[in-house]
């Protein structure tokens, strides 16, 4: 049931006229909600950072025989920016319990979880068991690809080096407005925050105080994209699920680009150490980009 509805989300998609495509949207919406109270809640979530290779880490994921993907989308962005909706809209998007095999999880993925200043402290609240995934890509090569998404979907006009030098002005005031306004949505703190959501210390620092070091597993995704199998064991014994391994790992949802200018990464790099150190003491942890 699952796997079909997410092979006529797809092809409509990429084949229904908007008009249609809402129509159904809102259909799949619908069925989801009135049917909540007979579907699962997730008991994992990976919750960021993004461009740190979560879209490999789901697809993993989702194709392990015990785990169960949400029934449409991968990104239900539920506890940052629509939990507005209610509870009843968020377990919507799992798949029914009388449908799961016996020992099955659920999960999701929302790559603004971990940055955003109210989802933590949300998930801890409406999912207090739930375990945390969270990938750490070399926090430079992070901001750099990210500007080139947000560049890539237009949410951002100026070059990765102008963007740099405006994002203090842009995001000025914005965390204390988004914590003052719960329903306020930021579009700078979301799109436009390169330095920001590459100091992991300051994310595991609230996630550690909210939810708990032993609920928070830490993903380095160089050593995890060097041995996918190896690091994907371990992934698996951390969450109880029984040991299975894909035939084969594949990179998804990267954007090649040019090289960093040198002299530009020197100063990122920098810039970076000291929040990196401070979380390698916080994680007992050593980052493999610092080894």
């Known amino acids: 049931m699952a796997s079909g509805l997410r092979t ?5 998609g990429a084949n229904a006229p908007d008009p249609v495509l ?7 919406e619908w069925w989801g909600t009135v049917s909540a109270p007979l579907r699962m809640l997730p008991s994992v979530i990976i919750i960021g950072a993004q ?7 789901y697809r993993m994921l989702s194709s392990h025989p015990a785990v169960l993907r949400p029934t449409a989308s991968k990104g239900i962005g539920y506890f940052d920016v629509n939990y507005d909706r209610g509870m009843r809209w968020y377990q919507g998007h799992f798949p029914l319990a009388r449908q799961r095999p016996a020992g099955a999880v659920t999960f999701e993925s929302s790559g603004y979880y971990s940055y955003h200043p109210l989802a933590v402290r949300r998930l801890a609240a409406d999912l207090p068991e739930v375990k945390l995934l969270m990938m750490l890509r070399e926090p430079v090569d992070r901001a750099y690809s990210a500007h080139r998404h947000e560049f890539n979907r237009g949410f951002e006009t100026e070059s990765f080096e102008r963007a740099l030098d405006l994002e203090p002005a842009r995001l000025a005031g914005e965390v204390e407005r988004m914590l003052e306004e719960p329903g306020y949505q930021s579009y700078s703190h979301r799109h436009h925050s390169y330095l920001g959501r590459s100091r992991y ?14 609920r928070l597993y830490l993903v ?6 060097a ?30 680009r040019e090289p960093l200018d040198p002299a530009l990464r020197r100063d990122l790099e920098d810039y970076f150490d000291p929040f990196d150190r401070a979380l390698e003491r916080e ?7 610092r080894s």
């Open 8 to 12: 006529l989300t797809r092809w409509a």
């Open 51 to 57: 461009r740190s290779g979560t879209t490999t880490l």
């Open 22 to 28: 809402d129509a159904a949207r809102q259909g799949v």
């Open 227 to 256: 041995a996918p199998h190896e690091e994907f064991a371990a992934i698996q014994r951390w969450l109880g699920l029984p040991s299975w391994q894909p035939e084969k790992v594949g990179v998804w949802n990267a954007q090649p």
């Open 283 to 289: 994680a007992g942890i050593r980052l493999s980009w």
């Open 220 to 225: 380095d995704a160089n050593r995890f994209f």
């Open 201 to 214: 210390i300051d994310q595991v620092l609230q996630i550690h105080r909210l939810v708990g070091p032993e």
